[in-house]
T-cell receptor, first 114, second 115 residues
């Protein structure tokens, strides 16, 4: 079975500062890894995904994440936070045999201070 | 191209009743998955259907069931509602059968409140 741990349920950053959201996964087979964002009263939107190609993955809205197998991590970063980045972020894992089934982390809510 | 449509968006039920939620995936998509989102348990996988066949099922009691029709529209049903079933139920649409080959598109959800 797969699992995901997101460190920090809440993160507060200043506008213009680095955003770093931590995600560690557990999987017995090579995983697919995803980051999603959820704005209030909306569904989830894909930011980026890793599916065994390049380990540094660039996504939408200036976000990127690096797959580190040795550390079983897939941390999400953005160099400069914008007010519109205030949302909840979810890391998720899947494996080929599981089809489209995702296992999500608990989520990290990001607050951006002006 | 229309997105994933879930109906109803909001509903209130009382304990013991049953509820049916509907999801229309993006045109041409054959995979539909359902997730339950609660503050305490987070996002939990309910089940996935692909071309009318259930491919995966999460760890939920038998009160939770689903189906997919030949036009790929899906419904999920919860019988004998409990207070703990209050949640946002999210439908996910995909063109392909595996997560590495296509993006998953989430609907805005159906928010169920059980009183």
């Amino acid at each position: 079975a797969q699992s995901v741990t997101q460190l920090g349920s809440h993160v507060s950053v200043s506008e213009g500062a680095l955003v770093l959201l931590r995600c560690n996964y557990s999987s017995s087979v090579p995983p697919y890894l995803f980051w999603y964002v959820q704005y209030p009263n909306q569904g989830l939107q894909l930011l980026l995904k890793y599916t065994s190609a390049a380990t540094l993955v660039k996504g939408i809205n200036g976000f990127e994440a690096e797959f580190k197998k040795s550390e079983t991590s897939f941390h999400l970063t953005k160099p400069s936070a914008h007010m519109s980045d205030a949302a909840e972020y979810f890391c998720a894992v899947s494996v080929p045999a599981a089809g489209n089934k995702l296992t999500f982390g608990g989520g990290t809510r990001v607050l951006v201070k002006p | 191209k229309a997105g994933v449509t879930q109906t109803p968006r909001y509903l209130i039920k009382t304990r013991g009743q049953q509820v049916t939620l509907s999801c229309s995936p993006i045109s041409g998509h054959r995979s539909v998955s359902w997730y339950q989102q609660t503050p305490g348990q987070g996002l939990q996988f309910l089940f996935e259907y692909f071309s009318e066949t259930q491919r995966n099922k999460g760890n939920f009691p038998g009160r939770f069931s689903g189906r997919q029709f030949s036009n790929s529209r899906s419904e999920m049903n919860v019988s004998t509602l409990e207070l703990g079933d209050s949640a946002l139920y999210l439908c996910v649409s995909s063109e392909f059968a595996s997560g590495d080959t296509g993006e998953l598109f989430f609907g805005e959800g159906s928010r169920l409140t059980v009183l």
